[in-house]
C-alpha cells in the first residue's frame, strides 16, 4: 500500500533547501530573515567594490560580482518560497522583483528631487511578498 503523504524528509526541509534550491515554502518571518541576510550579502559586494576606487588596489570587482549574484539568487529564493507559502503565482513574486529594481532606473532624472519617493516606493515592491497571507493562516474558519 503506498501513501500520497509526503515523507518526514519531505517535510523538514532546513532553511538553506528553502531558499537556495527554490523548494519549499518561506514564511513571513524567514523572509524578513532572509532579507537581512541579504543585505549582508550586499554590504560584502559593496565593501568589496569599495576599494576600486583606491589608487594602490584593495578591490575585487569579481568577488563584488560574485557577493551581488548571490544576493539576487538568494531574493528569487526568498521570493519563490513566499509566494508558495502564500498561494500566489510565482510569477507574481518574480514580476514584484523585475518592478523594484525597475523603477529606479525608470526614475533615474528624478532622483535627486525625489529620492523620498523612489525609494519608498522601491521598499514597497521589494518587500511586498512578506506582507501577502499565508495560504495557511487564510484557511482557518474565522471564529
Do not use: C, Q
Not at 38 to 63: C, K, R
Amino acid at each position: 500500500m503506498t501513501s500520497d503523504l509526503p515523507t518526514p524528509a519531505e517535510v523538514k526541509l532546513s532553511v538553506f533547501e528553502r531558499i537556495l534550491f527554490f523548494r519549499g515554502p518561506v514564511g513571513k518571518k524567514l523572509f524578513f530573515i532572509g532579507i537581512a541576510g541579504e543585505a549582508a550579502l550586499i554590504l560584502v559586494a559593496f565593501a568589496a567594490a569599495s576599494g576600486l576606487t583606491n589608487p594602490t588596489g584593495g578591490g575585487s570587482a569579481f568577488i563584488a560580482f560574485i557577493f551581488l549574484i548571490a544576493a539576487l539568487w538568494w531574493h528569487f529564493g526568498l521570493v519563490t518560497g513566499r509566494m508558495r507559502d502564500a498561494g500566489a503565482p510565482v510569477f507574481l513574486g518574480i514580476v514584484l522583483t523585475i518592478a523594484a529594481f525597475a523603477w529606479p532606473v525608470l526614475m533615474l532624472e528624478f532622483i535627486e528631487s525625489l529620492w523620498p519617493v523612489v525609494l519608498g516606493v522601491f521598499l514597497l515592491l521589494y518587500l511586498a511578498p512578506g506582507f501577502f497571507k499565508s495560504k495557511a493562516s487564510a484557511e482557518l474558519p474565522k471564529p
